[in-house]
């Protein structure tokens, strides 16, 4: 160490140094040269802004938030130390999130936030993180912010929208995306979502107007016509139809669509036919779609589910609810879970029960499976039991009203999150819709489901989860300490008045017919199901597998060798 390196003046020099030696790219010496430093002089905040410094271009993001958080300590009213510390911790859980670590990085982001409040680019990323970790709830407010920014900001008014959505609030969606378009009428990616949110709010030609706005403004935008299409179904406009094929025909030329743009096409042309009566055709098309699905996101592997579901049978032998922590719940007897395979009758179950004055219908609630993901099938302790019990119970009530004696959550595949319900809410009930598999297979094969469910592109892939389904199903019955209904959805429609009496009544509630008018119930849905949801009760879908039989084979072979049986 050089003599002087205690004086002040030794110190300014060695400062000096180290800039110049981090500029020439030389990290080592530098590092020697901080390190004398950092000992002379252990309580100077620029020693420790270089030490973040060097530990950043060494690329160790959390050693550089240390340091800076030494210097923070140091000089906490210094608002430059403040606000590289909030870079820091933003770049931090930028990375994280990334990595998909997101946990840490919404931690490392908030902090960044609450140290720089008024930045708007670490603002930005927190609102992107809180977003894709998929609590709703924490997502909002900050896109609120930003919007409240910049109003005209095409992103942030997409993604309030979109939260909004996910909060189950359409009526404010809606407006969102309607302040949107009277603000910025040229932007086709706000009609687009506001016909989407019309959509789910009911609004049949609201949505259809906004298509129509969106594909005037984009012509021949796929998206929007998909949604068109898939809206219209066997009303669609035969020269909307005539674009569609168009697009989807041209492999070559220089309007071919990409594949994701190509299964949502897809999809909705087979909505058309099938409407049209074009059985064929439409079979054509969801294979083609599905095709198309499973080039973009990857082909299934039915061993996944299967996996899946022996490892949740195995954690819940026998007994296994008689240790459970106890929960805060304990006494809450509100929650009514619908569940089963999807397009197996759950909108239309839950939408009997929502239409009693007793029931608030809280749609398909994410939350259930993010606290499985985040806290396993059983929370280990009274403190992790609370938050689980806490978040979903946030959730469920958002919308209801206070007086609620029952809150019902479909979502369908909630059939593998059981066990959790069952610890949170020992008092709950749980409603198994059930449903000619093959109806439920051409269903499913035809619809537009998420990326990330590959089953659904394939028709023995299909059959394979049904099969898990019913398997997991059966060991509930025999395990699950909470009461489970069996509803069948050709008896539900066959004599709804009976299937509903003995639904409303298993949820512990005395009749109301307004339970059978479901139909005039002007609640959003948010399901492929919506708009059937709005019809009385029909049998129009029961037997629908008949016209696409000869497609069916690979499902019908899985189905047979599980011993799965097949009504006549």
Not at 131 to 160: C, I, K, N, Y
């Amino acid at each position: 160490m050089p003599p002087n390196l205690a004086s002040s003046d030794g110190i300014a020099a060695g400062l000096r140094d180290v800039v110049a030696l981090l500029r020439q790219g030389a990290l080592d010496a530098a590092a020697t040269r901080l390190a004398a430093l950092r000992s002379a002089a252990p309580r100077e905040v620029r020693v420790h802004q270089l030490l973040a410094q060097l530990a950043t271009r060494r690329g160790d993001a959390s050693l550089a938030v240390r340091h800076m958080e030494d210097a923070h300590g140091l000089a906490p009213g210094d608002p430059e130390v403040r606000r590289q510390l909030a870079l820091l911790q933003a770049h931090a859980g930028t990375s994280l999130a990334g990595a998909g670590r997101m946990r840490e990085a919404l931690s490392a982001l908030r902090r960044a936030h609450a140290l720089a409040p008024g930045d708007a680019d670490i603002l930005r990323a927190l609102a992107d993180a809180e977003f894709r970790a998929g609590w709703p709830a924490d997502a909002l407010a900050p896109w609120q912010s930003l919007l409240e920014r910049d109003p005209d900001e095409v992103q942030a008014r997409l993604r309030v929208g979109e939260t909004l959505h996910r909060l189950g609030d359409q009526a404010a969606a809606v407006a969102c995306f309607r302040e949107g378009v009277e603000r910025q009428p040229r932007d086709a990616g706000l009609w687009l979502a506001l016909g989407q949110a019309a959509e789910d709010a009911g609004d049949r030609e609201g949505a259809r107007e906004a298509y129509r706005q969106a594909l005037a403004l984009r012509p021949g935008w796929p998206f929007a016509l998909a949604c068109q299409l898939a809206l219209e179904r066997g009303d669609a406009p035969d020269d909307a139809v005539a674009l569609g094929a168009g697009l989807l025909d041209d492999h070559a030329g220089p309007s071919m669509v990409d594949d994701g743009d190509r299964a949502l096409l897809g999809y909705a042309l087979g909505k058309v036919h099938e409407a049209r009566g074009e059985h064929a055709l439409a079979m054509a098309r969801w294979q083609d779609a599905n095709a198309a699905r499973r080039r973009a996101a990857g082909d299934p592997d039915p061993a996944v589910i299967a996996r899946r579901v022996d490892a949740v049978i195995a954690a819940h032998p026998p007994g296994v609810f008689d240790h459970a922590v106890p929960s805060p719940a304990a006494g809450d007897d509100r929650y009514v879970f619908v569940v089963g395979m999807p397009r197996s009758g759950t909108t239309l179950t839950e939408q009997i029960l929502a239409s009693h004055p007793d029931v608030h219908g809280c749609g398909e609630l994410p939350d259930l499976a993010m606290l499985a993901s985040r806290f396993g099938d059983a929370p280990g302790t009274p403190t992790a039991m609370a938050e689980c019990v806490s978040r979903f119970t946030a959730a469920a009530t958002r919308r209801a009203p206070g007086g609620a004696r029952r809150l019902v959550d479909k979502e369908p595949l909630d059939f593998l999150n059981l066990g959790l319900a069952a610890r949170l809410f020992p008092r709950a009930r749980v409603v198994w819709c059930r449903r000619d598999p093959r109806d439920i297979a051409v269903s499913i094969f035809g619809e537009n489901f998420a990326l990330d469910e590959p089953w659904a592109t394939r028709l023995d892939a299909i059959g394979h989860f049904i099969v898990a389904q019913e398997r997991l199903m059966r060991h509930w019955q025999a395990v699950l300490p909470l009461p489970i209904l069996e509803l069948r959805y050709e008896d539900l429609v066959g004599g709804p008045e009976s299937q509903a009496r003995r639904l409303v009544g298993f949820a512990g509630l005395p009749w109301d017919p307004a339970c059978l008018a479901f139909h005039e119930n002007a609640r959003a849905v948010q399901s492929p199901s919506r708009w059937q949801v709005r019809e009385p009760v029909h049998g129009r879908s029961v037997g629908r597998w008949r016209r696409h039989a000869g497609a069916l084979a690979p499902l019908v072979e899985v189905l047979a060798a599980a011993g799965v049986p097949l009504p006549d």
